[in-house]
């Protein structure tokens, strides 16, 4: 069976292609249209998924979706507005939504007629992180700002079947009160929890006790003081895809003034972001231990935006009785469309349907050698580059990292998720302070304090962290040893920690291969590992989009496919 999932009309839209249970390609429509978070509708992520399965239109048995946000804005402003006789059931009804699904698709695609599948959100995001797991049974929690109205899941999963336990319901949400703290400190809601993440190791916990009165989280429901917030009182989002307001007059007479976007950043900030952190991480280890005693299973999926959170993940084998954690890598909404598409599966391939656990997380668009050349012939003969084809790439690379150059690495097909991976990454070496600060001010042109990632095999992790397992889709801060802090400042945060990533020969060869080649240079084979993009912008998709990077930036050399590129004015 080939299904086809579609995350649209709402923030991180994006495609995906199953067949026979196994996912064969996902894109972000964001990696096309270079704005983050985009609600574009994913015409080029559904092509590209396609092109890259070999299937045609007429091939498709289901185009399987979730939530969609015109049905669930519609009902908010009617929860809003208490005003019922607005309530037009046929006009949002499910069939309405699959006509306006299917407009888009015959306006781009010409005359489809497919079958069309609808699951809810949060049991597609189960769906997208057990079916993938590497567990038989396993607990499940699912967390993020809404979704259909629940805001958080409880479930378990045995085989091919998944039951929901709990469901907790909007207004009240973890992920909303972190996004409105969020937002408080001067970044952006929906979009930059991560910063607040970074922040949080700098400040103090001052205002724990107030966030968690206003955040009351019980075994198995979630409270806000709404008084003190205000997404509730209109849509989350404006048409543009930009969070409102979340947080109310009361939140800032208690706090006292905003930060305004962009400001400096004050220890005030600091102590606000501490303090949410604190409090959301509490907040999810009394659901996860509820979910534990409901379960008395040693494992548990985690997936929905709020276990982007990386920090909390790390802590939950010494926080609960789970023991073994699996993070599905495209967590946040683009993850739906991966979902959506195996519920579809299970539900009509029942007898044949088999869970294929992920091995890696390379499942997006790749360019052949001759499309790389392509791209590179305006820099070909140009004095102020140098282009070669090594013989040895992984060995050429590792003399410039052991140089403390700042390299572009784009290889193989593009990760799915928010995260590089080690085929849309820029890498640098970790054993110098300055490779992090150049790298923020030189290539990433972002803020200071934001900490930078290490890859390492697997083999090599827990010799210099404290690790125990693999984390192969870097969503699981832990502590670097202490004795080998010194030896890698560049991705050692302020207090410790680090957001590893374990890499196996068969997940990423080039990129094992390039670890111990550094390694024989430094002795230590761990790299830094970032994003393949400045600040604002998009991972780069295309052979195009690394070179422009590439070229306007601080990066000294670029190995694109088998071809290393240098900068000669260095």
């Known amino acids: 069976m080939k299904i086809l999932g579609i995350h649209f009309n709402s923030h991180d839209t994006g495609a995906a292609l199953v067949v026979d249970g196994e996912l064969v390609s996902m894109m972000e429509e964001e990696r096309f249209d270079h704005q983050k978070h985009t609600n574009a509708f994913p015409v080029n992520s559904i092509s590209t998924c396609l092109k890259i399965g070999g299937v045609r239109w007429k091939d498709i048995d289901y185009v399987a979706y979730a939530n969609s946000a015109r049905l669930s804005n ?10 019922f006789s607005d309530f037009k059931p046929n006009i949002y009804s499910q069939g309405y939504i699959e006509k306006i699904l299917h407009e888009e698709l015959t306006k781009y695609f010409g005359d489809i007629n497919p079958k069309f599948f609808y699951t ?34 409880l479930g378990i999963g045995a085989k091919n079947k998944i039951k929901t336990i709990n469901r907790i319901g909007y207004p009240h949400s973890l992920g909303l009160f972190y996004g409105a703290l969020t937002q408080y400190i001067g970044f952006k809601a929906n979009c930059d929890e ?10 103090k916990p001052k205002y724990v006790d107030f966030f968690r009165k206003i955040c009351r989280v019980q075994e198995d429901t979630i409270e806000l003081e709404l008084s003190y917030f205000k997404f509730h009182k209109d849509t989350l989002l404006d048409s543009e895809g930009n969070a409102r307001q979340w947080f109310s007059e009361g939140m800032v007479n208690v706090l006292g003034p905003v930060r305004e976007p962009e400001s400096e950043l004050t220890e005030h900030a600091a102590d606000v972001a501490c303090s949410v952190q604190q409090v959301y991480e509490e907040g999810c280890y009394k659901l996860l231990g509820h979910l534990y005693n409901k379960t008395n299973n040693k494992n548990v999926c985690l997936s929905g935006g709020g276990v982007l959170n990386c920090t909390m993940n790390g802590k939950i084998p010494s926080n609960t009785s789970f023991d073994n954690v699996f993070v599905m890598p495209a967590a946040n909404d683009t993850g739906l469309c991966i979902g959506s598409a195996l519920v579809a599966e299970q539900r009509y391939s029942p007898k044949t349907f088999k869970r294929i656990s992920l091995r890696h997380a390379y499942y997006g668009s790749e360019y052949n050698e001759l499309e790389i050349e392509g791209a590179l012939n305006c820099i070909f003969g140009d004095p102020a580059f140098q282009v070669s084809k090594p013989d040895n790439l992984e060995n050429d690379v590792a003399v410039k990292l052991a140089s403390f150059e700042i390299i572009g690495w784009y290889q193989g097909r593009m990760e799915i998720g928010p995260r590089a991976l080690g085929h849309r990454s820029i890498l640098a070496n970790p054993t110098r302070e300055d490779s992090k600060d150049r790298v923020n001010s030189k290539v990433k042109f972002r803020e200071n304090f934001r900490p930078f990632a290490p890859i390492i095999p697997l083999e090599e992790a827990c010799n210099y962290f404290e690790i125990d397992g693999e984390s192969p889709y870097m969503l699981k801060i832990t502590q670097v040893k202490k004795n080998k802090q010194a030896f890698l400042p560049a991705v050692t945060h302020i207090d410790g920690s680090a957001r590893v990533q374990t890499v196996t020969r068969c997940q990423n060869k080039k990129i094992y291969d390039l670890l ?11 790299l830094l590992n970032t994003s393949f993009n400045v600040r604002g912008d998009t991972i780069v998709r295309t052979p195009k989009d690394a070179l422009k990077c590439f070229m306007n930036t601080g990066m000294d050399s670029l190995a694109i496919g088998p071809y290393l590129v240098s900068k000669n004015n260095k």
């Open 516 to 526: 111990y080649a550094i390694k024989k240079h430094n002795g230590i084979p761990v």
């Open 194 to 203: 991560g910063k607040a993440m970074g922040l949080a190791p700098y400040g």
């Open 120 to 153: 809810d959100h949060h049991t597609a995001h189960a769906a997208s992180v057990f079916y993938l797991s590497p567990y038989e049974e396993s607990a499940i929690f699912t967390v993020d700002g809404m979704g259909n109205w629940v805001t958080t899941t």
């Open 74 to 83: 519609f009902f908010k402003k009617i929860f809003i507005s208490k005003n």
